[in-house]
Every structure is written in structure tokens, then in C-alpha cells.
């Protein structure tokens, strides 16, 4: 890039809109549609989209059911993923558009086209017609034999979603999974909606005023605003507290007074009843649904097309990592229960350490070792961002360019365009940063949306139907005499807007967040296959996370970190001693939360299993017994952790569990894909080596390694074959490599035994 490319790239994220640099990046005049799309310009338009892509899809399936001629059945999975694409389009802006649109008639647009489409592509996944005609070209020889490795994923890929809805079960058995599918969908609104349900009154405790005086002001306002007040016998003022999240996050880090710690974490943890009931049907609903297509459990039907395969592989899994970590979170205990009796010297009190001391003790080691200087004048969001591009170069020979929208193209002036350039300036794709905190955009956290995937548009089926639709010249590019439809990506944070002489200023695991997010929007960009419905970040729950994590790894190098880490107002480079000092606070306690995420992923397992309720009483409350039994499972009860990590009588942690509804039986995934990015930061990019001995991480050739076996097939590939391929450079055995590739149990085993994962 130029200077001036990248003085522009930078000022896009650092200027306020309102500026007069900043506004010409926001042009008023005819409207061009959303994204580019000329159907996209009004909420009617948005509406009749979503109509005229139904109508397409029809003429679509009408050319599968009548395929009969040889050229026309191998055209079958073609047309079956131009479908998909067809319906996409549209469903995946709609979506968008609910989340982020500031304009409610647009939203009420897109939530009406949304439920729409989603009701037909339901149809679609019970068309038996459709089914059995890809079931036919599938078991063909003659058919088959000619597919390429990706389109035969295709082709599974659909095969196996006809199958999950039960397509091929006989019509009463088919019937019975409808319903419970009906009935899973209601019970997970109900769990969800059971959370924003206020906690019943007996809940109350009572804090002395004078206890909250160690909390921030804004947090005791909040309290003393929101509970009511008396005074005891002895005059001493008390608040009745209800504990919500907030409330009980700052009294449980700073409050100084164990019995009060306790009272408010036992009564915040205690958990709504009506939500564990409701979390217990939708679970027994999981498993009548997983028999009803012959599976063993939930857990198996789920787990059958990710890497894991099988819940006894996720077990092997888990074990290997906690085998690792018992030794360092009990370590972490040990010191914690130091720094408690040094400062109860004199006192009596027990030293044991309970659930309601982790994040008292945690502050106070902390505070004890004095603060650090904060890092976020060094990262303004268009530094980070401009490094951002530095480092896709430096990888992959790919960089970002700062765009100028249309009219109309973006729904918030705050929206930022970047186009995606190959080192010859052609198109990848398009990025829309939605990054800025507003109060119009629902609150999904750090999110990636994908917009529209690419995939090859030259060999498309006609069809005659009022859906077809023409593609914007600037999201189409011909390479090798073919076109391609490009990708477009959408980035959602919430970042603090930017104002004159004050840019937005990411705190470091906010760069991370941006790494993260940016990791996901790369594999959409160089995952182009030729097919939708295995393009970019359209492969495993269990892969996806990988390149978005291995982004954090460069987000914590001190290399990358000093392409762009400046000072925002003097320039002064990024003091490399204070990000090392910072870098070793984080890991102290990260054993802790490793601890947390394997309990999660192993609650998700036995939650998920053939049986869920241990003892066998098949009474309510099965839930809570079932997290009881797992604190006792030798993964989790070694040594002085055990109190530290137990079971607290009366409180239902898991109605709080809200990733099950995504999640199910899929948890792990999490800590999966830590594991293995951590492998390829090491063996591939050489992250665990002392930069002198390595050079530096932003290798072309490592780049290249991993665009080529990883993120260029999308989900085109067995993940095992584009790990083991990508791990393939002579710094592992080849025996160990050998029983990656096949995905088995004993792969499962060996990914566990290696390096834990940096939480």
C-alpha cells in the first residue's frame, strides 16, 4: 500500500465522521441499496427480495426434480447449492438488518422476511423429492466418480441436513420428529426468556451500607438506586439487595467481607427454577429427538459431522487437557491462599478458599503487585487496524484498503467499508466494520456476519424465474475465464466512538477482539471453493474458531504489536517491557478459566449423554444432580481445588447456561480450537521460539502454508486432512501426523496432550 492508502486506512477508524476528513467517507444522494444491492434500497424492496428468491428457488428445485439426462443429474449439486445461495442472499442480510438497522420500518422489513424464508427452507428440508434425487446422483457411479473433493463435500454437507430433519424416516416416525422439533425450538425461546425473568424476592440480602463503600461510586449508586433501605436496632444502615449480574460481579471482587461474599454469591447463584425446568425438557426433547433417528444420544447426532465425531472422542479430549492443568490451577489456589493468610495475619478465619473468594483474592494479588500503566494510547483502532492489513500482507500478500461507500450502501454513518486486494490490486472481497458503539444495534457482543459467500457464478443454471437476480459489478471478478461471485463480510463491535482529537481506544484484549473478528472475516476471504455452501467460515463448529483464534496469537506478539502500536498523540513506539509485564498478569490466573470452560464442555457432554440424570430417579432437579456428580469426577476434584471449585448447596448454576441452546453437545469447541491454533502459532509459525531465533512470525512462507491447507478450503475438506497437512513440516513424527489425518479416537487423545491452551 501507499503512504497515502495507509494514512487513509487509518483515518476511516480514527476520525469522527462529523469531521471534514472524516465525512466524505458518508456520501448523500440516489440510493445504490444495501450492500450494493440495487433490491436492498427500501424496506418494500427488501420484501419483495425475499419473494423473488423464493420464486428463483422454486425454478431451482423444479430443475433437480426433473433432472433426467446425464448432463442434467450432474448438474444436481450445482443447482442444489445455487439454491442455497439464492435464499441466502437474502436471508443473511435480513438478518443483518434486524440486528444492526437503525431504522425500526426496516427492521419490521426484515424480521418479516426472515420468518418467511426461514418457514419455506424448512419446507425445503423435508422435500422428499429433493432428497431422494440427491440420494440418486450420489449413489451413482457414473455421477459421482466425476465430482471434485470439494463438490463431493457439497454434496455431503446437504445429504447430511436432509437426514438431520428426519427426511428419510417412515411418515409417522417423520411425523413425531416434526413436532418434537417444534417443541425443542419453544422450549429454547423459553429458557432464554425465563433469564430476563426478575428473581424472586426471598432472594434478598441483606449489606450493611458501609460494606459497599470499597465498590466503585457508580456501583453503590446503582445499588442504594435500585434496593431499599432500613436500619437495624443498632442503627447500622443496611441495603436489601437482589443481586443481578452486575451488581454481584463488583461485590464479589471488592467487597472485603467473606460472609457477605458468600450471601450474595449463594443468592445470585441460586438460579431460576422455572429456567432449570425448562432447560430439562428441552434436553429430554434433544434426546426423544437424537432416538427418533436412531441415534445413541444428542450428543452422537450432533457430534457426527464435526472433527470430534463421537462423545466418547470429546471425553478422551478433555481429560488429556485437565490431566495437563490440575497441576497449574492448583498451583494458582496455592498462591491465592498465600496472599489470603498474609493478610489475615493475626486472625483466625479459615484459609480455605471457597467459589465466593476467587475474584476477591484474584483483585488483591493483583492490587498487591501494584497497577500497571494502561496500553490503550497505543492503540488507537485505525493503528490497529492499519497493522491489521500489515500483517495479511506480510501472511498472505492480501492487504485492506480504505473504500468509499455509495449512497445507501451503509445503514449507520458510523459504518466503515474496506476492500479486500490481492497483491496485484484485484478484488477478494468486501468488509464492513459496524464497530462503534451505538444504542441502534441489539447487543451481540463481537460478531462476524456473513453477508454473502463466493462462490462460481459463470456455470450457474438458468432459470426463468422472477427471482434471478443480477450481481453488482464491483462484487464480481473473472479469474482464468471464469466469474466468481466475491464475499461479503459484516464486523460488529462495540468500541467507543471516535471524537475530534480523541480516536477510539482499544484496550488490549480489545486489539484481540478486532484480531479475532478479522481472523473470521480472512477465512471468508481466501475460502473461496467454488461453492456456497462450503465457502469461507461454512465448515465445522468445531474448526471455524481456529483462524480467528490464531489471529490472537499475532494480537499477543511483541512483533506485530510494534508494526502499528504508537502512541496516539506523540507517536512514541509501543514500550515492548510494559506489554511483556501485562502479558505475564494475564497468565497468572489463567489456569482458572481454563478450569471453567473444561467444567462447561464436560456439563455440555453429560447433558447431551444416553443418560442424564446419574441416579436414575427420574424426578425433576436431575439437572442439579447431574452438575454435583460431574464435581466429583476425578477431571475435577484432585487436591486443594476441590472446595475452591465445588458444588455450593442450593444454587442451580445451570439455568445461567445459555450457550446450550447454540451450543449443544458442541461446547468443547472452544477449548478444541485453542488447542489446536496454539499448535500451529508454534510448529508452523514458530510463536514459542525467542524472536531472535525464529525471525519474525509474519512469515510468507508459513502464510502461505496455512491459506493453502487450511483457510483456501473453506469447508471443502475434511478439517483432520487440513490439519495434519498444515502440521506436516517436519516438526512432528510422522505416526503422530498419520493418526491426525484420520480424525479417530486416538487423534482426540493426542490433540489433548498437547500444549494447554493460553485463556
Known amino acids: 500500500a501507499t503512504k497515502d492508502e495507509d494514512v487513509s486506512l487509518r483515518d476511516i477508524f480514527d476520525l469522527p465522521t462529523q469531521t471534514t476528513l472524516g465525512s466524505h467517507w458518508f456520501h448523500q444522494g440516489q440510493p445504490t441499496g444495501l450492500l450494493m444491492e440495487a433490491r436492498f434500497v427500501s424496506p418494500k424492496l427488501l420484501c419483495k427480495s425475499g419473494q423473488e428468491a ?16 446425464p448432463e442434467e443429474r450432474r448438474k444436481v449439486i450445482k443447482c442444489l447449492d445455487q439454491l442455497s445461495d439464492s435464499l441466502c442472499r437474502v436471508m443473511d442480510v435480513a438478518e443483518l438488518v434486524r440486528q444492526v438497522h437503525p431504522d425500526s420500518s426496516w427492521q419490521n422489513a426484515a424480521d418479516e422476511v426472515y420468518a418467511s424464508m426461514f418457514s419455506y427452507m424448512n419446507q425445503l428440508n423435508t422435500h422428499v423429492g429433493l432428497y431422494r434425487k440427491l440420494v440418486e446422483v450420489m449413489d451413482d457411479p457414473e455421477i ?50 425465563a433469564q430476563s425473568l426478575p428473581p424472586p424476592s426471598d432472594l434478598t440480602v441483606s449489606v450493611p451500607v458501609d460494606q459497599l463503600r470499597t465498590l466503585p461510586s457508580q456501583v453503590t449508586m446503582h445499588i442504594l438506586q435500585s434496593s431499599s433501605t432500613h436500619k437495624r436496632a443498632d442503627g447500622t444502615a443496611v441495603v436489601d439487595l437482589v443481586p443481578d449480574d452486575y451488581a454481584a460481579h463488583y461485590i464479589l471482587r471488592d467487597c472485603a467481607d467473606d460472609a457477605t461474599r458468600e450471601a450474595v454469591y449463594r443468592a445470585w447463584q441460586h438460579g431460576s427454577t422455572p429456567a432449570v425446568n425448562m432447560l430439562e425438557t428441552l434436553l429430554e426433547q434433544r434426546r426423544a429427538l437424537s432416538h427418533r433417528v436412531g441415534f445413541e444420544s444428542f450428543g452422537h447426532m450432533a457430534l457426527e459431522d464435526k472433527m470430534a465425531k463421537s462423545p466418547s472422542h470429546v471425553d478422551e479430549f478433555l481429560r488429556g487437557l485437565a490431566t495437563q492443568a490440575q497441576p497449574r490451577w492448583n498451583a494458582a489456589i496455592d498462591a491465592l491462599s498465600q496472599v489470603k493468610a498474609r493478610a489475615r495475619q493475626g486472625q483466625r478465619p479459615s484459609q480455605q478458599m471457597f467459589p465466593w473468594d476467587r ?15 494502561s496500553l490503550q494510547a497505543y492503540f488507537s483502532l485505525g493503528r490497529v487496524v492499519l497493522g491489521l492489513s500489515r500483517v495479511f500482507k506480510g501472511l498472505y500478500g ?19 467499508k474496506l476492500e479486500v486486494v490481492d497483491e496485484d490490486g484485484r478484488p477478494l472481497g468486501l468488509i464492513y466494520c459496524d464497530v462503534f458503539s451505538r444504542s441502534s444495534k441489539a447487543h451481540v457482543g463481537a460478531a462476524h456476519f456473513t453477508a454473502r459467500c463466493a462462490r462460481r457464478i459463470d456455470d450457474d443454471i438458468e432459470v426463468s424465474a422472477a427471482g434471478s437476480t443480477l450481481h453488482s459489478s464491483q462484487t464480481v471478478v473473472e479469474r482464468n475465464g471464469q466469474r466468481f461471485q466475491l464475499p461479503v463480510v459484516v464486523l460488529i463491535c462495540d468500541f467507543p466512538v471516535p471524537a475530534e482529537g480523541s480516536p477510539s ?28 455452501n462450503v465457502a469461507g467460515t461454512r465448515c465445522p463448529v468445531d474448526f471455524v474458531e481456529l483462524p480467528s483464534i490464531l489471529m490472537e496469537h499475532f494480537a499477543r506478539s511483541p512483533h506485530v504489536l510494534s508494526l502499528f502500536g504508537s502512541h496516539y498523540k506523540t507517536g512514541a513506539p509501543l514500550p515492548l517491557d510494559l506489554v511483556a509485564k501485562h502479558a505475564q498478569r494475564r497468565r497468572e490466573h489463567a489456569a482458572l478459566d481454563l478450569h471453567a470452560q473444561l467444567f462447561m464442555s464436560a456439563l455440555d457432554q453429560r447433558y447431551h449423554s444416553p443418560v442424564l440424570d446419574p441416579l436414575g430417579k427420574g424426578a425433576k432437579g436431575w439437572s442439579t444432580r447431574s452438575l ?34 447454540g451450543y449443544g453437545a458442541s461446547y468443547y469447541s472452544y477449548l478444541f ?44 475438506r475434511d478439517p483432520w486432512l487440513c490439519l495434519a497437512a498444515v502440521l506436516d513440516n517436519g516438526s512432528m513424527r510422522h505416526g503422530e501426523i ?4 484420520q480424525g479417530s479416537k486416538a487423534a482426540m487423545r493426542i490433540v489433548g496432550g498437547w500444549k494447554l491452551p493460553d485463556i
Do not use: Y
Not at 682 to 696: I, K, L, T
Open 505 to 532: 481506544l482499544l484496550s488490549w484484549n480489545n486489539v484481540e477482539t478486532i484480531f479475532h473478528e478479522m481472523g473470521h472475516a480472512m477465512h471468508s476471504m481466501l475460502g473461496q471453493n467454488g461453492f456456497h
Open 628 to 661: 454435583i456428580d460431574l464435581h466429583s469426577d476425578p477431571m475435577f476434584s484432585d487436591g486443594p481445588s476441590k472446595s475452591f471449585f465445588g458444588h455450593v448447596s442450593n444454587t442451580q448454576w445451570q439455568s445461567r447456561f445459555t450457550h446450550l441452546i
Open 54 to 69: 423464493v420464486a428463483e428457488a422454486e425454478a431451482l428445485v423444479q430443475k433437480v426434480l426433473t433432472a433426467e439426462a
Open 398 to 416: 492480501v492487504e485492506l484498503r480504505a473504500a468509499s461507500p455509495q449512497p445507501g450502501e451503509i445503514w449507520h454513518p458510523e459504518v466503515r
Open 673 to 716: 480450537d485453542r488447542v489446536l491454533a496454539g499448535q500451529i502459532w508454534d510448529r508452523v509459525f514458530h510463536g514459542n521460539q525467542p524472536s531472535q531465533a525464529a525471525g519474525s512470525p509474519l512469515s510468507r512462507q508459513a502464510g502461505e502454508r496455512f491459506k493453502t491447507e487450511v483457510l483456501s478450503w473453506g469447508g471443502g
Open 359 to 373: 475474584d476477591f483474592w484474584v483483585a488483591r494479588q493483583q492490587m498487591d503487585k501494584g497497577a500497571l500503566p
Open 738 to 741: 498419520d493418526a491426525v489425518s
Open 144 to 193: 459421482s466418480c466425476a465430482f471434485s473433493a470439494v463438490e463431493h463435500e457439497v454434496a455431503l454437507s446437504f445429504r447430511r441436513d436432509f437426514e438431520r430433519s428426519g427426511i428419510h424416516l417412515p411418515k409417522d416416525v417423520h411425523a413425531q420428529f416434526v413436532e418434537l422439533s417444534s417443541d425443542i425450538q419453544e422450549s429454547s425461546r423459553g429458557f432464554l426468556k
